[in-house]
């Protein structure tokens, strides 16, 4: 898909987006190209398809959840910069935070933050378990399974909630995930968003999930 017709595509999903957020969008593909050829972050293979596959399915989060502009977003396991980048931009008065334990991924991460101007982003080399402070939402791109995941994060997510979601864990996911979330049900509620259904095309296969924890002890 070329960044002409990804700027259609976006200003139809998503029609509050300005000119300025939507060109930002576009050029990333070309930014992360540049990157990828002096530090592989993305599958080489996986670039044809860049604009689908983590843009918009970064951006998927944006369908179900705008962050208020006071929040602070933690984003463990970013890579090179999904979901936490594409957020940010389209949430440009809320302050993301981007880990990840590879030094080369936040390097590309840092770059392409500052060839676009994305100031809401701070991004730092560093495990989710050694991460400080608080934050009201943790987001993810399938790291690794629920039940390792979770007691990374679970003490760093604020108790007080402003959105319509109660403060918890967004987790893009896919496949059959049944044994994962028994796994823990018994310290977490989780709610299953089927992606398909917030989109009119089939862009993203219909097995991309968007899965909201909360802590049970918090939230009853």
Same mark, same amino acid.
């Given at each position: 898909?070329?960044?002409?017709? @990804? !700027? +259609? &595509?976006?200003?139809?999903?998503?029609?509050?987006?300005?000119?300025?957020?939507?060109?930002? &969008?576009?050029? &990333?593909?070309? /930014?992360?190209?540049?990157?990828?050829?002096?530090?592989?972050?993305?599958?080489?293979?996986?670039?044809?398809?860049?604009?689908?596959?983590?843009? /918009?399915?970064?951006?998927?989060?944006?369908?179900?959840?705008?962050?208020?502009?006071?929040? #602070?977003?933690?984003?463990?396991?970013?890579?090179?910069?999904?979901?936490?980048?594409?957020?940010?931009?389209?949430?440009?008065?809320?302050? @993301?935070? /981007?880990?990840?334990?590879?030094?080369?991924?936040?390097?590309?991460?840092?770059?392409?933050?500052?060839?676009?101007?994305?100031?809401?982003? @701070?991004?730092?080399?560093?495990?989710?378990?050694?991460?400080?402070?608080?934050?009201?939402?943790?987001?993810?791109?399938?790291?690794?399974?629920? !039940?390792? #995941?979770?007691?990374?994060?679970?003490?760093?997510?604020?108790?007080?909630?402003?959105?319509?979601?109660?403060?918890?864990? +967004?987790?893009?996911?896919?496949?059959?995930?049944?044994?994962?979330?028994?796994? +823990?049900?018994?310290?977490?509620?989780? !709610? *299953?968003?089927?992606?398909?259904?917030?989109?009119?095309?089939?862009? &993203?296969?219909?097995?991309?999930?968007?899965?909201? *924890?909360?802590?049970? /002890? *918090?939230?009853?």
């Amino acid at each position: 898909m070329k960044p002409s017709e @990804f !700027s +259609i &595509l976006l200003n139809g999903l998503y029609p509050d987006l300005t000119t300025p957020q939507i060109e930002k &969008l576009c050029q &990333l593909k070309e /930014l992360y190209q540049f990157w990828n050829d002096k530090i592989n972050v993305i599958s080489r293979k996986d670039m044809d398809n860049f604009f689908i596959h983590h843009v /918009l399915h970064s951006l998927s989060i944006y369908k179900i959840i705008s962050f208020r502009p006071d929040s #602070f977003i933690l984003d463990v396991g970013t890579g090179g910069g999904f979901p936490g980048v594409p957020l940010a931009i389209v949430n440009k008065d809320t302050s @993301f935070h /981007l880990i990840d334990s590879i030094g080369k991924k936040i390097k590309v991460v840092k770059e392409v933050c500052n060839e676009l101007k994305v100031e809401n982003v @701070f991004a730092e080399q560093m495990r989710a378990e050694n991460t400080k402070g608080t934050f009201d939402f943790v987001i993810s791109r399938a790291v690794t399974r629920f !039940s390792k #995941f979770c007691p990374w994060v679970v003490d760093k997510i604020k108790e007080d909630s402003k959105h319509h979601l109660k403060n918890g864990i +967004i987790y893009l996911k896919g496949g059959d995930l049944k044994d994962e979330l028994n796994a +823990i049900k018994q310290k977490y509620h989780h !709610s *299953i968003y089927h992606l398909r259904d917030y989109f009119e095309h089939d862009f &993203l296969k219909p097995s991309k999930l968007f899965i909201y *924890i909360k802590n049970n /002890l *918090i939230y009853n």
